[in-house]
């Protein structure tokens, strides 16, 4: 069935390194209290500055729906502040508190430090390399993944 063993896949490997990062960000994330999301939606804010939960959620790549519930936990948190739009009154407008900087500033001094040990493992070329064909993958991946089917 295989012409070759599933963990010489490159699938396997893709997953293998998508787990390795997600174990690392997690665990310096909980030292500061926060999931993957939030720290997301933190970083997302901080560079965007106010956006509604719809645009949030795109941006995070998750659902309005669960976006409705992490944007909840963290205004109980302090970290952001949710205020209507001058828009649309029906609109909330998430943007970050100094709680909510300060605690992404402590967790994004720890979480680059990973960013700068993965690219001191390459020469610049490789780094440049390693940028290309990851972007390559993800077009192909996003290429072949079958539209979401209608329920």
Same mark, same amino acid.
């Given at each position: 069935?295989?012409?070759?063993?599933?963990?010489?896949?490159?699938?396997? /490997?893709?997953?293998?390194?998508? +787990?390795?990062? $997600? #174990?690392?960000?997690?665990?310096?994330?909980? *030292?500061? %209290? @926060?999931?993957?999301?939030?720290?997301?939606?933190?970083?997302?804010?901080?560079?965007?500055?106010?956006?509604?939960?719809?645009?949030?959620? /795109?941006?995070?790549?998750?659902? +309005?729906?669960? $976006? #409705?519930?992490?944007?909840?936990?963290?205004? *109980?948190? %302090? @970290?952001?502040?949710?205020?209507?739009?001058?828009?649309?009154?029906?609109?909330?407008?998430?943007?970050?508190?100094?709680?909510?900087?300060?605690?992404?500033?402590?967790?994004?001094?720890?979480?680059?430090?990973?960013?700068?040990?993965?690219?001191?493992?390459?020469?610049?070329?490789?780094?440049?390399?390693?940028?290309?064909?990851?972007?390559?993958?993800?077009?192909?991946?996003?290429?072949?993944?079958?539209?979401?089917?209608?329920?």
């Amino acid at each position: 069935m295989a012409d070759i063993p599933v963990e010489e896949y490159l699938c396997t /490997r893709i997953r293998r390194a998508e +787990q390795a990062l $997600m #174990a690392h960000h997690e665990a310096v994330l909980r *030292g500061h %209290g @926060l999931t993957m999301t939030q720290y997301t939606v933190l970083l997302t804010l901080s560079r965007e500055g106010g956006m509604s939960a719809a645009q949030t959620a /795109r941006s995070c790549g998750v659902t +309005q729906q669960t $976006m #409705a519930t992490v944007l909840t936990n963290m205004a *109980g948190k %302090g @970290l952001i502040r949710r205020d209507p739009s001058p828009v649309h009154a029906k609109v909330q407008i998430a943007t970050l508190t100094d709680d909510g900087r300060a605690v992404l500033d402590r967790a994004y001094g720890e979480v680059i430090v990973l960013e700068r040990a993965l690219t001191a493992a390459f020469t610049p070329a490789e780094h440049a390399s390693l940028c290309d064909l990851l972007d390559r993958t993800t077009a192909v991946l996003v290429e072949q993944t079958p539209p979401a089917r209608a329920r």
